[in-house]
């Protein structure tokens, strides 16, 4: 008959969290600071730009550190996803015959039209639909190294 040996073992460390905070790496942190703050910061170029409003909008409402960047505003989805919605009324400022703008009673409820948004790029040159895939593919690296930057450091 064989013997036979083994052994359950348990280890229980406490230390993780502070490990975590003075390498600005805990929920929150520094680090995470640096990520949502490079986000905003890269993809400016790339936001549709009129009055530079939507652009600037993550900058008063996003919880720097919170790992999620918010463009609010009811506009904001679909100049995301680049489609208008609707329905859509024109307006007619002149007489060219043709609309200047369009209006969108409140209150309905608003559905794709399958149309899609022209951005004016007299601002932003890569301003358009999708702008965090646009900019995350050109700035990955750079929003890693902005990161890197402050794992550890100490102001």
Request: hydrophobic content about 30%; proline content about 7%.
């Amino acid at each position: 008959m064989g013997l036979k040996s083994g052994f359950d073992a348990h280890f229980e460390w406490n230390g993780q969290g502070d490990i975590l905070k003075r390498l600005n790496l805990e929920k929150g942190g520094r680090v995470q600071q640096v990520i949502d703050k490079s986000v905003m910061d890269y993809s400016m170029e790339y936001v549709p730009w009129e009055t530079g409003s939507l652009a600037r909008s993550p900058y008063a409402v996003t919880q720097i550190g919170s790992g999620k960047v918010i463009y609010p505003g009811p506009y904001a989805h679909y100049m995301y996803y680049g489609e208008v919605y609707g329905p859509n009324i024109p307006i007619f400022e002149d007489d060219s015959g043709e609309p200047t703008s369009f209006f969108s009673p409140p209150g309905q409820k608003k559905e794709p039209t399958g149309k899609k948004l022209q951005y004016s790029k007299d601002m932003n040159p890569l301003a358009g639909s999708f702008w965090f895939e646009r900019m995350k593919a050109d700035h990955l690296q750079d929003i890693i190294n902005d990161a890197i930057a402050v794992i550890g450091h100490r102001d």
